[in-house]
């Protein structure tokens, strides 16, 4: 089963507009999260991320929300800029586990129109 | 540049070959992970080394699959008697260990990966 969900496959931006990506988790073990922005032929580049005893991250244009109740993430990008232009995965992860491993969501691939 | 490496970038072999591969983690974290990305999906854990001890394996990982970390510095994934199945990206990430559940760092950062391809 799909612990981490993101339902779009893609979105399409023009260039200083506001890029909205939702993330959706079931495990409710889940306490920090993650976003990656990955692109082809490279591995995934850390962005922001957020622990579950917050309900907003901001560095710089990118912020991320987190709404617990709902288990439910969104990354925010303003303004958005070509160059964000790649695949952005939703991980997320149990603190409390002995891993830390990530579980990642299937990503949403991100085209910022000049 | 002090990054997650790894070697090959890139690893054509045919069916029923043994590959392996290597991951050189940034020098100070002492947790590495490795994953496996296939087309259209987020990347799979696969296993996980606290410094040397290899402390977690995903069932994914099949009795034809290894991974070492001598040393608790760089890792070695082999697989014996590849198949086409295993086609892939192989990712390797390093972190520290994050003391408290909202203290900075303890994010996972990845090395550009390796792409196997199996004949």
């Known amino acids: 089963d799909q612990q981490v969900k993101q339902n779009s496959p893609s979105l399409s931006v023009q260039e200083g507009r506001i890029s909205i990506l939702n993330c959706d988790y079931t495990n409710s073990m889940f306490d920090y999260f993650l976003w990656y922005k990955k692109y082809p032929a490279e591995g995934p580049t850390f962005l922001i991320s957020i622990s579950s005893i917050k309900d907003k991250n901001e560095d710089g244009r990118f912020t991320v929300f987190l709404n617990k109740s709902a288990k439910h993430l969104s990354l925010h990008i303003v303004p958005s800029q070509p160059g964000d232009s790649a695949v952005y995965f939703c991980?997320?992860?149990?603190?409390?586990?002995?891993?830390?491993?990530?579980?990642f969501g299937t990503g949403t691939l991100l085209a910022v129109q000049p | 540049d002090t990054g997650v490496s790894q070697d090959p970038r890139h690893k054509i072999t045919k069916r029923g070959q043994n590959v392996t591969f290597r991951c050189d983690p940034i020098?100070?974290?002492?947790?590495l992970y490795w994953y496996r990305q296939t087309l259209g999906q987020g990347p799979e854990f696969l296993t996980y080394?606290?410094?040397?001890?290899?402390?977690?394996k995903s069932r994914l990982l099949s009795d034809r699959f290894s991974a070492e970390r001598p040393k608790g510095s760089f890792s070695t994934l082999e697989i014996q008697r590849t198949e086409q199945g295993d086609s892939a990206m192989y990712l390797c990430?390093?972190?520290?260990?994050?003391?408290?559940?909202?203290?900075?760092?303890?994010?996972?950062?990845f090395g550009p990966g390796t792409r196997l391809t199996v004949l």
């Open positions: 080394f606290q410094n040397e001890a290899q402390l977690e």
């Open positions: 990430a390093s972190s520290l260990t994050r003391p408290l559940l909202d203290s900075p760092g303890g994010e996972q950062f």
């Open positions: 020098s100070e974290h002492n947790r």
């Open positions: 991980a997320a992860s149990d603190y409390g586990g002995a891993t830390n491993k990530l579980i």
